[in-house]
C-alpha cells in the first residue's frame, strides 16, 4: 500500500513538473505574438518615446487599414497563396512520384538520379541566386508568376523527394509484389497505395513548403519588379528603410503576414498533429 502511494505521489509530481514545463513555453511561444500585436496598435512616436512593453496609449487602429493599402497587401495575399498553393501541390505530387520510382521500382539509373536531387538539398539560396536570374531571364519567364514557381518548386523538390523516398522504403515490399501479381500497373499501385500510406509524410512536406514559400523573400526580390508578381514579405519590407521605419505600419504589416500562417495551423492543427505524429511512429 505505502509503495502504491509513492507511486501515486511520484506520478503527481511528474505531471506537474510536465504540466509546468509545457506552460512555461506556451507562455515564451505566445508572448512575442501578443507584443508584437501591442506594438501594431501604436504611433511610431508612441513606439519611441515609451516603454517597449508598455501599451498603447492610446490605442491607433488607423495603422492596419494604412499599411494594408500603402503595402498594396490585398495583391500580395494573393500572389502568395497562388505560390504557395501551387508549390505544395507540384513538391508533393512529384516528390511522390519520383521516391516511389527510386524506393519500389528497380532502376540502374535509380542511383545517380536520386543522388542528383540529393545534391540539391546542399545548394544554398545564395549561391543559386545569380544563375537562377540568368536562366529565367534567358527564357524570358522574368516577372511572371511561371519565373517564380519552377525556381519555387525546383528548390523544394529535392527534400520531398527525400523524405518521400526515405519513407516508401520502409513501406513492404510484400505489398507492392502482391498488388504486381494481380496485374496492377505501377500507376494504379502508386494511387491506391503508395498515396494514402505515405500521407504523413506528405504532411511533413506540406508544413516545410508552406512555411518556406510563404516567407521566401530575397528570390522573388530579383524574380520579380511588379507589385502584380511580388509576394507579402516584399510589402512588409516597404515599411522599413535604412534611416527610418515607420514602425507602428511595420508592426501592423508583419501581423497581416502573420494572420494567413496562425489560420492555416489552426485549420489544420488536427490533420498536422496526425501527421507529424504518424511519420514519428512510423519512423
Known amino acids: 500500500m505505502a509503495d502504491v502511494r509513492k507511486l501515486t505521489k511520484s506520478s503527481l509530481v511528474a505531471t506537474t513538473f510536465i504540466y509546468i514545463v509545457m506552460a512555461v ?3 515564451l511561444a505566445l ?3 501578443f507584443w508584437l500585436v501591442i506594438q501594431s496598435f501604436k504611433t511610431t512616436q508612441d513606439y519611441m518615446l515609451h516603454s517597449k512593453l508598455a501599451f498603447p496609449a492610446p490605442f491607433f487602429y488607423k495603422n492596419y487599414p494604412q499599411a494594408w493599402v500603402r503595402g498594396n497587401f ?21 516528390g511522390f512520384m519520383a521516391g516511389f520510382a527510386f524506393a519500389k521500382i528497380p532502376s540502374k539509373a535509380t542511383g545517380f538520379l536520386h543522388g542528383s ?9 545564395q549561391s543559386v541566386m545569380v544563375p537562377l536570374f540568368l536562366m529565367v531571364n534567358a ?3 522574368y516577372n511572371t508568376r511561371l519565373g517564380v514557381l519552377i525556381p519555387y518548386i525546383g528548390i523544394g523538390l529535392p527534400m520531398g523527394v527525400y523524405l518521400s523516398t526515405e519513407y516508401i522504403k520502409s513501406i513492404p515490399d510484400a505489398l507492392i509484389e502482391s498488388a504486381r501479381i494481380d496485374g496492377a500497373k ?9 498515396v494514402p500510406m505515405a500521407a504523413p509524410v506528405a504532411v511533413t512536406v506540406a508544413i516545410m513548403t508552406v512555411t518556406g514559400t510563404w516567407n521566401e523573400f530575397m528570390l ?6 511588379s ?3 511580388k509576394s507579402v514579405p516584399v510589402g512588409i519590407a516597404r515599411f522599413s528603410g535604412a534611416l527610418a521605419s515607420d514602425y507602428g505600419k511595420q508592426f501592423s504589416a508583419l501581423v497581416i503576414g502573420l494572420i494567413p500562417m496562425l489560420l492555416f495551423y489552426m485549420i489544420f492543427r488536427k490533420q498536422i498533429t496526425k501527421g507529424v505524429a504518424a511519420g514519428a511512429v512510423k519512423g
Open 186 to 194: 505501377y500507376l494504379s499501385i502508386f494511387s491506391s497505395i503508395i
Open 227 to 229: 507589385d502584380k508578381i
Open 31 to 33: 508572448y512575442p505574438i
Open 117 to 125: 536531387f540529393i545534391i540539391g538539398i546542399l545548394l544554398t539560396l
Open 220 to 225: 522573388i526580390n530579383i524574380l520579380a519588379s
Open 139 to 141: 527564357a524570358h519567364l
Open 25 to 27: 513555453f506556451t507562455v
Open 74 to 94: 490585398g495583391q500580395l495575399i494573393i500572389n502568395s497563396v497562388i505560390y504557395t498553393s501551387v508549390t505544395v501541390a507540384a513538391i508533393i505530387a512529384f
